[in-house]
């Protein structure tokens, strides 16, 4: 029973993580169709801004909460102003151009922090036992985050001006223009929150995982894999995807192991996507956001 | 000390538009300049972490040999290729090294994967090739000297010290490529023949990062202790997670791995304090000569030195050890080059005496194991002179030195090792 309560609670971990790792790019390739092939290096620069401002002693939390959002967010709305502006509706293009950046962000990393970078943080927040079974206490609150951080999402798109003035501008830019909307300044500020959505997961996930130059390279497929699964609609697809695609992953890799979890996710993401070429919201939840 | 072939070659054109004479001169030095030195290993993607220390302290090696008046009164070289961490480069930058640069010896290779790709090149250009990672054993190659340790160096040190330690019941871990799996093989072996059990063996694709599910089912599972060959920069999520379960604190963890892309500095010390690992080089390893060359390295490469471990430095012996025998052979040709190695040339380096075993082209060397506390290993144990009995058991290049094949390609079952 220990065993079973201990499990759901690990599967619903790697739900949330999945959800967390994808949210930033359902922002930018879901809503702005901008296939952000730097997503990775986004989360990565999200990780370096927690490790190296907590070497030079900023605390923990505002590193992860605060610093690395906005640090990222920053660095999105630069992208976005030098690379992305001149490239909305070609598609293939932003490919280049994301893979380019996202080679570019870790040659940067890597020449200016060398290929590993010393860090002394540790999840906070200490461990919950249950039973015989102990989870993490962090993994919980990320749990938390991420429910958090999809709830925000949702209230500053569906309950907000800018929300508003955001989901038109993607839906038809030249309407919104005529109407009288700066959509450039829109097209600005939606990419670097995702950014900002980006930077905040890589933060968060630093104190759990390696932080590395080339650590974003292991995050991409997986981002990409949730976001295109759940189609559409990029609150209710992201979450249903994450939800398949982690809890399928999570029970056959306690049941047979980890290389087989992986081929179960990759498989449940070919059939979704052969049964639903748009992807989850393409069939069900369509007039969710 | 740069001086390339391109470079030579203007500076040889721009002499031989100046004046015959020189000219003349310029043509004779070609046959005796310098003796070329190639390296190739990844120092962007993936596995620049294993790489970059590797490349730097085979230049440190270089530029000592070449202050110190150089080889046979020739300098030497050292020309450095960076695969990027992809195989496709490898053999590309192989043939370039054998064949167009006719390279006298070349060092070369991080991943098994790697090695196996260029090795056969080197076979058929004939030039001296040198692998100084640790690997999995079972390389049985005239021309290829394997000189980082194996897992019966190793594994089979690290498996009864631990188990005494902590108990009988081990849980394996590993990367699912062919160091992961044969290393496990020789961890479920040697913990069989010390009289403890495997309870599980679990191989992890490189890119998995939410352990999770593993951890419930090693609390699930109760051993007394894991044994970890995980590989690379996705894989230090587990030592994380294992800690933030504050599982380290309950099963601790011994490693083949760990410490070797210098992992120890990238988690925390309350994470990392407790595990036990063996090398058969630590940047704490207490002799003089250890003391000297970490002490080069740091002043040479300033703020950004990174950690020492054993790929740097048997990168840095491995040149030495080269290097002695092409004096002992009194020429860089390759045939009296391998006939000096296998005459027991060797090297008193910073990890100790490293000498060349002949049955296999692999190196005698101490072992040590060491437990990390503060993201540094305090030694606990030393073995001197250890052999690679593991390729032992399978290659003989005294009875037959025509060989070059891989005995371990398909496991141990392959080359008729009992797990």
């Keep these: ?289 | 000390m740069q001086f390339n072939r391109r470079r030579f070659l203007t500076a040889a054109s721009a002499a031989a538009l100046a004046t015959p004479a020189i000219n003349r001169r310029a043509m004779a030095a070609s046959h005796s300049g310098p003796i070329k030195f190639v390296s190739i290993l990844d120092q962007s993607g993936g596995l620049d972490i294993y790489g970059k220390p590797m490349v730097d302290t085979t230049k440190m090696a270089i530029d000592e040999i070449n202050a110190a008046g150089g080889l046979l009164g020739r300098e030497i070289d050292l020309q450095v290729f960076d695969p990027q961490s992809t195989i496709q480069f490898y053999t590309q930058f192989a043939t370039q090294a054998a064949a167009g640069e006719k390279a006298d010896v070349v060092h070369a290779g991080i991943t098994s994967a790697s090695r196996e790709a260029i090795r056969p090149t080197f076979s058929r250009f004939k030039t001296l090739y040198f692998y100084n990672t640790l690997y999995e054993g079972g390389v049985c190659d005239l021309n290829t000297f394997c000189t980082g340790s194996t897992p019966a160096q190793t594994v089979e040190k690290l498996v009864p010290h631990t188990m005494g330690k902590w108990g009988k019941k081990v849980y394996i871990i590993a990367a699912d490529y062919n160091y992961g799996q044969i290393t496990a093989q020789w961890v479920q072996k040697y913990v069989k023949d010390n009289g403890g059990e495997a309870v599980e063996t679990e191989f992890f694709p490189l890119d998995v990062t939410n352990f999770g599910p593993t951890i419930k089912k090693i609390q699930a599972a109760k051993p007394d202790m894991v044994m970890s060959a995980l590989v690379g920069g996705a894989h230090v999520s587990f030592y994380r997670q294992y800690a933030a379960a504050g599982m380290n604190k309950s099963i601790p963890i011994a490693s083949t791995t760990f410490g070797v892309g210098n992992e120890h500095k990238l988690i925390s010390a309350e994470e990392g304090d407790g595990m036990i690992c063996a090398y058969s080089y630590f940047e704490e390893v207490d002799n003089a000569a250890n003391k000297a060359f970490v002490q080069r390295f740091k002043d040479r490469m300033g703020d950004d030195a990174p950690a020492l471990n054993e790929l740097a430095a048997r990168s840095y012996e491995a040149a030495y050890i080269w290097a002695e025998a092409v004096k002992a052979a009194g020429t860089p040709e390759r045939e009296a080059v391998i006939e000096a190695l296998r005459s027991g040339a060797g090297y008193d380096g910073p990890s100790g005496r490293v000498a060349i075993e002949p049955k296999t082209n692999h190196a005698n060397q101490n072992v040590y194991l060491a437990e990390l506390k503060d993201q540094s290993f305090n030694i606990i144990e030393t073995h001197e002179n250890q052999p690679p009995t593991d390729t032992l058991l399978v290659c003989d290049l005294v009875a037959d030195p025509n060989q070059s094949t891989f005995k371990f390609e398909n496991g141990l079952e392959a080359a008729g090792i009992e797990l």
Aim: hydrophobic share 55%.
């Design chain 1, 1 to 289: 029973m220990d065993l079973v309560l201990s499990l759901i609670l690990q599967i619903i971990y790697g739900i949330a993580n999945l959800a967390l790792i994808s949210l930033g790019l359902a922002i930018i390739f879901g809503m702005m169709r901008v296939i952000n092939l730097a997503h990775g290096e986004f989360l990565m620069l999200g990780g370096y801004t927690v490790v190296v401002a907590t070497n030079n002693g900023v605390n923990l939390w505002v590193a992860m909460l605060i610093l690395a959002p906005l640090v990222v967010g920053v660095f999105g709305v630069i992208v976005e102003r030098l690379l992305i502006r001149w490239l909305y509706g070609r598609m293939v293009d932003t490919l280049l151009a994301t893979w380019g950046l996202s080679l570019l962000c870790i040659g940067l990393v890597t020449s200016i922090f060398g290929a590993s970078t010393t860090t002394t943080i540790s999840p906070p927040l200490g461990v919950v036992t249950i039973g015989e079974y102990t989870s993490s206490g962090y993994e919980l609150f990320l749990i938390g985050v991420t429910v958090a951080l999809l709830i925000a999402v949702y209230a500053t798109l569906k309950l907000t001006k800018l929300g508003l003035l955001a989901r038109g501008t993607m839906q038809n830019s030249d309407m919104a223009a005529a109407l009288g909307v700066s959509t450039s300044r829109i097209y600005m500020i939606t990419f670097g929150l995702g950014a900002a959505v980006s930077g905040l997961a890589g933060g968060l996930l630093a104190p759990i995982t390696g932080v590395l130059p080339t650590i974003g390279s292991v995050y991409i497929a997986k981002a990409f894999i949730t976001v295109i699964s759940g189609g559409m609609a990029i609150l209710a697809g992201t979450t249903t995807a994450s939800i398949l695609l982690g809890g399928v992953n999570g029970i056959v890799a306690f049941l047979t192991g980890p290389t087989i979890g992986e081929v179960a996710l990759l498989l449940l993401a070919i059939i979704l996507l052969r049964l639903m070429p748009r992807g989850i919201t393409g069939r069900f939840f369509k007039k969710s956001l």
